[in-house]
T-cell receptor, first 114, second 114 residues
C-alpha cells in the first residue's frame, strides 16, 4: 500500500539550531514528494518538491530536502531555525495511478525555543 | 494570482443540519481537490475534479457528501445530515493539468458540529 510516514510527532529545537524532519514512504516506485507547512488556522503552503534528477532540492524559507532512494526517505532540513518556523510540517507523496491525490504523513509539530 | 479561496472560514452547525462550503481555485487551474483534516492528522483525500468532471471519490466520501463543480470553475462541497464525526477542517486545493503536479491549498473551512 502507498503510505507516507513521519516518525516524529513533536520536535523542539532552539532558535538558531539546525533542523531535520524525517519522512519515509512506502511504495515500489518513487513517488513525487512534497513538503508543506501549516501555521495555526492556516492552509498548507508548499515548501519544496521532488520529481526526479538532483536528489537535493531547495525550497522557500531556507529549507532543503534530500531524497534517498535506498532509504525511501525525503528528509527536510534547515541549517538555522527561526522562531517563525514554528508550525506543523507535512510530507506528502503523489503515487502512480493518476498522480491525483496527495497522501500525507501525520505531520510533525515543530516548536522553537528562544 | 489571488490564490485558492474558501468560504466560509468557520462554520458551526447542529447535528442533522446540512452545510455547504465553497472553493474558488486559482483561475487558470483546471484541477480541483477536496481534502479533510482532523485534529492531529494529515489531510485525507476526498475527491477531485478535472474541469467539471468528478473523476475520483474516496471511500471517505459517504452518500451524505456531495461535491460539484458545475462550470469547471468554483466548487461546492455539501454535507447532509451532519454528524459530530464530520467536525474537521475541509481543505480545497487546485492544480494545473500538465504542470508539475503541485497542489495549492486554500485556508480551509473549519466545521464544528454540535
Amino acid at each position: 500500500a502507498q503510505s507516507v510516514t513521519q516518525p516524529d510527532i513533536h520536535i523542539t529545537v532552539s532558535e538558531g539550531a539546525s533542523l531535520e524532519l524525517r519522512c519515509n514512504y512506502s511504495y515500489g516506485a518513487t513517488p513525487y514528494l512534497f513538503w508543506y507547512v501549516q501555521s495555526p488556522g492556516q492552509g498548507l503552503q508548499l515548501l519544496l518538491k521532488y520529481f526526479s534528477g538532483d536528489t537535493l532540492v531547495q525550497g522557500i524559507k531556507g529549507f532543503e530536502a534530500e531524497f534517498k532512494r535506498s532509504q525511501s526517505s525525503f528528509n527536510l532540513r534547515k541549517p538555522s531555525v527561526h522562531w517563525s518556523d514554528a508550525a506543523e510540517y507535512f510530507c506528502a507523496g503523489l503515487f502512480s495511478g493518476g498522480y491525483n491525490k496527495l497522501i500525507f504523513g501525520a505531520g510533525t509539530r515543530l516548536a522553537v525555543h528562544p | 494570482d489571488t490564490g485558492v479561496s474558501q468560504d466560509p472560514r468557520h462554520k458551526i452547525t447542529k447535528r442533522g443540519q446540512n452545510v455547504t462550503f465553497r472553493c474558488d481555485p486559482i483561475s487558470e487551474h483546471n484541477r480541483l481537490y477536496w481534502y479533510r483534516q482532523t485534529l492531529g492528522q494529515g489531510p485525507e483525500f476526498l475527491t477531485y475534479f478535472q474541469n467539471e468532471a468528478q473523476l475520483e471519490k474516496s471511500r471517505l466520501l459517504s452518500d451524505r457528501f456531495s461535491a460539484e463543480r458545475p462550470k469547471g470553475s468554483f466548487s461546492t462541497l455539501e454535507i447532509q445530515r451532519t454528524e459530530q464525526g464530520d467536525s474537521a477542517m475541509y481543505l480545497c486545493a487546485s492544480s494545473l493539468e500538465g504542470g508539475q503536479y503541485e497542489q495549492y491549498f486554500g485556508p480551509g473551512t473549519r466545521l464544528t458540529v454540535t
